[in-house]
């Protein structure tokens, strides 16, 4: 056998027909094709394409993006850095005291006699006015001329706050205390001229810098009324006397502070801000009653213009309570503008004026005399028409025959001689009487401040005893050689009017804080000074210099009521030069005499027309006050009749 494998063999199969054959039609053949019929073409596969393309296209994106982001923080950080970094200084976080709303001060019905009303101080930030901002080199110029008229400053000292040495100077304050229609002008103006800038690009916004700060202006309702009293607030809110000064803490309250981020002096809500709230003053409620302190001041305003006076004030007090319920002065002025305010009458004279009060201040002299036994009201008293003591001459207002009076008769006929002579019976020698009646002049208040802490109040002037000159020694009896204020004096009648006990005059009733809770002042400090017998006798003593027909009050009689008092009429120390010169008239009393409720003291200085004597020209200012105090009070008359006291004796 052969180790080749045999060939394969071919089996035959069907024949496969040629593609131009012809089948012949049979069952289940197809049926052939017509000529010239294309075969259908088969579906073509989708194929993806490279993606290398499009990551290059994406990338070269990608840098051109980069480098113009490169490109501008180059430009920003270099080229323009000093350009931008002053813009950056326009968004800085910036500072703003949030003030206070003061309190109100009132009268004892809770009238308002300074208030506060809202007003705006207007700021600037210079740094928005220089060239580099406004692009222009007299912006400050520009604003200020728009600026000017309307705040009423001159326009060189706008231009010297916007344009500051200090070139970092980011606050200044170019009006304090503005009206809201005075911010609303500004406003609107700095509106127009942001628009005309948003369409013309050449005309700067020289308004852009100036804006506004939220704040009060005080204002007195009643104009000059009671304004020696509530003394007054200048346009930067310090006050400059009176109660605004005195109670300057309560009134004030606490301000606030808040710190924001501003951009171009908008603030920017998104960049958070810090804020401590400011916390609203106290309320002040006085002593005064309003109607009260109007009928004083206009009648001693009246009387001060009729008799060319200097000035005159007018204390008004309620007996039992110490409480001021009036202190007017003429001339005086209106807080709510001192342009045209005298500086002599800035101030409270009532308090600050130091005088020498005459025989007003011989029931002092009289009490001591009463209280220590040394005589009786019926006392007889041989009044010369001269009297030698030390080294002087004494002699009373008028010449006249001897007199025969009795203690009471003196003080109704206001008799210097008497006066000396009663005194002189405190005791045994002339120093001890002196040293006796200084101690009771200490116990009325001379020499003392009244206990209101008033600012730039007096306590007068009282020497000792062993200070007192030869001729000093006479005259303080009768109110020479003594100085007292116009307060001190109306508590020397509210101590006898109270049964001898004094009370620390008072003019603040109390404060009603934030809260709303009303705090009452402290009470009043008391001494007794005569017991209440002797103060009922001055009383009685005191009604004969008003109702006797030869007492020096009788222009201050009031119909239907009983009323005591006492007149004054002394020689006046100038001021200016130290010398006497004038005279200081006055007129101090209370009423009803037995049942006393107010007290009324009146001084006018210096009247140079008609009588200076204090009876004419003070007792009828007395009347007026007393008359309309007694009704607004609804005080009425007791009924009781005087008692008549005897004014002189036969010999």
Same mark, same amino acid.
């Given at each position: 056998?052969?180790?080749?494998?045999?060939?394969?063999?071919?089996?035959?199969?069907?024949?496969?027909?040629?593609?131009?054959?012809?089948?012949?039609?049979?069952?289940?053949?197809?049926?052939?094709?017509?000529?010239?019929?294309? *075969?259908?073409?088969?579906?073509?596969?989708?194929? $993806?394409?490279?993606?290398?393309?499009? &990551? +290059?296209? !994406?990338? #070269? =994106?990608?840098?051109?993006?980069?480098?113009?982001?490169?490109?501008?923080?180059?430009?920003?950080?270099?080229?323009?850095?000093?350009?931008?970094?002053?813009?950056?200084?326009?968004?800085?976080?910036?500072?703003?005291?949030?003030?206070?709303?003061?309190?109100?001060?009132?009268?004892?019905?809770?009238?308002?006699?300074?208030?506060?009303?809202?007003?705006?101080?207007?700021?600037?930030?210079?740094?928005?006015?220089?060239?580099?901002?406004?692009?222009?080199?007299?912006?400050?110029?520009?604003?200020?001329?728009?600026?000017?008229?309307?705040?009423? *400053?001159?326009?060189?000292?706008?231009?010297?706050? $916007?344009?500051?040495?200090?070139?970092? &100077? +980011?606050? !200044?304050? #170019? =009006?304090?205390?503005?009206?809201?229609?005075?911010?609303?002008?500004?406003?609107?103006?700095?509106?127009?001229?942001?628009?005309?800038?948003?369409?013309?690009?050449?005309?700067?916004?020289?308004?852009?810098?100036?804006?506004?700060?939220?704040?009060?202006?005080?204002?007195?309702?009643?104009?000059?009324?009671?304004?020696?009293?509530?003394?007054?607030?200048?346009?930067?809110?310090?006050?400059?006397?009176?109660?605004?000064?005195?109670?300057?803490?309560?009134?004030?309250?606490?301000?606030?502070?808040?710190?924001?981020?501003?951009?171009?002096?908008?603030?920017?809500?998104?960049?958070?801000?810090?804020?401590?709230?400011?916390?609203?003053?106290?309320?002040?409620?006085?002593?005064?009653?309003?109607?009260?302190?109007?009928?004083?001041?206009?009648?001693?305003?009246?009387?001060?213009?009729?008799?060319?006076?200097?000035?005159?004030?007018?204390?008004?007090?309620?007996?039992?309570?110490?409480?001021?319920?009036?202190?007017?002065?003429?001339?005086?002025?209106?807080?709510?503008?001192?342009?045209?305010?005298?500086?002599?009458?800035?101030?409270?004279?009532?308090?600050?004026?130091?005088?020498?009060?005459?025989?007003?201040?011989?029931?002092?002299?009289?009490?001591?005399?009463?209280?220590?036994?040394?005589?009786?009201?019926?006392?007889?008293?041989?009044?010369?028409?001269?009297?030698?003591?030390?080294?002087?001459?004494?002699?009373?207002?008028?010449?006249?025959?001897?007199?025969?009076?009795?203690?009471?008769?003196?003080?109704?006929?206001?008799?210097?001689?008497?006066?000396?002579?009663?005194?002189?019976?405190?005791?045994?020698?002339?120093?001890?009487?002196?040293?006796?009646?200084?101690?009771?002049?200490?116990?009325?208040?001379?020499?003392?401040?009244?206990?209101?802490?008033?600012?730039?109040?007096?306590?007068?002037?009282?020497?000792?005893?062993?200070?007192?000159?030869?001729?000093?020694?006479?005259?303080?009896?009768?109110?020479?050689?003594?100085?007292?204020?116009?307060?001190?004096?109306?508590?020397?009648?509210?101590?006898?009017?109270?049964?001898?006990?004094?009370?620390?005059?008072?003019?603040?009733?109390?404060?009603?804080?934030?809260?709303?809770?009303?705090?009452?002042?402290?009470?009043?400090?008391?001494?007794?000074?005569?017991?209440?017998?002797?103060?009922?006798?001055?009383?009685?003593?005191?009604?004969?210099v008003v109702d006797d027909e030869e007492g020096t009050g009788t222009k201050a009689r009031i119909p239907g009521y009983r009323v005591a008092g006492k007149t004054g009429t002394a020689n006046r120390v100038d001021p200016a030069t130290g010398k006497y010169h004038g005279y200081t008239s006055s007129f101090a009393g209370f009423a009803p005499a037995d049942k006393p409720r107010v007290t009324v003291y009146c001084a006018i200085q210096n009247a140079t027309q008609g009588s200076y004597f204090g009876g004419q020209i003070c007792g009828p200012v007395y009347k007026k006050v007393m008359e309309f105090a007694l009704k607004s009070l609804q005080v009425p008359p007791t009924g009781a009749k005087a008692a008549k006291l005897p004014v002189s004796f036969k010999q």
């Amino acid at each position: 056998m052969s180790d080749r494998e045999p060939p394969r063999r071919r089996v035959p199969g069907p024949a496969r027909p040629r593609p131009d054959a012809r089948r012949r039609p049979g069952p289940g053949a197809r049926p052939a094709r017509r000529p010239g019929q294309a *075969r259908p073409a088969a579906p073509k596969q989708l194929r $993806l394409g490279s993606p290398r393309p499009r &990551l +290059r296209l !994406v990338g #070269l =994106a990608l840098t051109l993006v980069l480098t113009a982001f490169v490109v501008r923080l180059f430009q920003v950080q270099a080229v323009d850095a000093s350009t931008y970094a002053a813009k950056a200084e326009q968004n800085r976080y910036v500072g703003q005291v949030l003030a206070a709303d003061r309190g109100e001060i009132t009268d004892r019905s809770g009238v308002a006699l300074a208030t506060s009303e809202d007003a705006y101080d207007i700021t600037a930030d210079p740094t928005m006015f220089a060239p580099g901002m406004l692009k222009i080199g007299d912006g400050p110029e520009q604003a200020a001329a728009l600026l000017a008229p309307i705040l009423g *400053r001159e326009q060189e000292d706008l231009v010297e706050k $916007l344009r500051p040495e200090n070139k970092a &100077l +980011r606050y !200044v304050k #170019l =009006a304090s205390r503005q009206t809201p229609q005075v911010w609303k002008q500004i406003k609107d103006l700095k509106s127009a001229l942001a628009k005309k800038a948003e369409t013309d690009k050449s005309t700067p916004n020289v308004l852009s810098g100036v804006f506004s700060v939220a704040t009060s202006k005080r204002v007195y309702p009643g104009g000059d009324l009671a304004a020696g009293i509530l003394g007054w607030v200048n346009a930067e809110g310090k006050p400059g006397g009176g109660i605004e000064l005195q109670l300057n803490k309560q009134l004030a309250g606490k301000d606030g502070k808040i710190r924001y981020a501003q951009s171009g002096g908008r603030l920017v809500p998104t960049a958070g801000s810090t804020e401590t709230p400011a916390v609203p003053g106290s309320d002040v409620e006085l002593t005064i009653d309003r109607d009260i302190q109007w009928a004083a001041q206009n009648a001693i305003s009246d009387q001060v213009k009729e008799s060319a006076a200097d000035r005159g004030y007018v204390i008004v007090q309620d007996t039992r309570t110490g409480q001021i319920l009036a202190m007017a002065n003429s001339p005086g002025f209106d807080p709510n503008d001192l342009s045209d305010a005298d500086p002599a009458a800035l101030g409270n004279a009532a308090l600050q004026d130091a005088f020498e009060p005459g025989s007003t201040a011989k029931v002092m002299s009289m009490a001591a005399v009463l209280q220590e036994n040394a005589a009786t009201p019926g006392t007889h008293v041989v009044v010369p028409n001269r009297l030698h003591r030390g080294d002087r001459l004494f002699k009373d207002d008028i010449d006249h025959p001897t007199w025969y009076l009795t203690l009471n008769g003196v003080l109704a006929k206001s008799s210097n001689i008497g006066t000396i002579l009663a005194t002189g019976q405190l005791g045994k020698t002339q120093a001890q009487a002196n040293k006796v009646l200084y101690d009771y002049l200490r116990k009325f208040g001379l020499g003392s401040y009244t206990g209101l802490g008033f600012p730039g109040e007096t306590k007068g002037i009282l020497a000792p005893p062993d200070k007192w000159s030869t001729s000093q020694q006479y005259t303080i009896p009768f109110g020479q050689g003594v100085s007292i204020n116009a307060m001190q004096a109306a508590s020397v009648y509210s101590t006898i009017a109270n049964g001898g006990v004094r009370i620390e005059p008072s003019l603040v009733r109390g404060a009603k804080g934030p809260d709303g809770r009303f705090t009452p002042a402290p009470k009043p400090a008391k001494n007794r000074v005569v017991d209440a017998k002797t103060a009922k006798t001055l009383a009685q003593m005191l009604e004969s210099v008003v109702d006797d027909e030869e007492g020096t009050g009788t222009k201050a009689r009031i119909p239907g009521y009983r009323v005591a008092g006492k007149t004054g009429t002394a020689n006046r120390v100038d001021p200016a030069t130290g010398k006497y010169h004038g005279y200081t008239s006055s007129f101090a009393g209370f009423a009803p005499a037995d049942k006393p409720r107010v007290t009324v003291y009146c001084a006018i200085q210096n009247a140079t027309q008609g009588s200076y004597f204090g009876g004419q020209i003070c007792g009828p200012v007395y009347k007026k006050v007393m008359e309309f105090a007694l009704k607004s009070l609804q005080v009425p008359p007791t009924g009781a009749k005087a008692a008549k006291l005897p004014v002189s004796f036969k010999q």
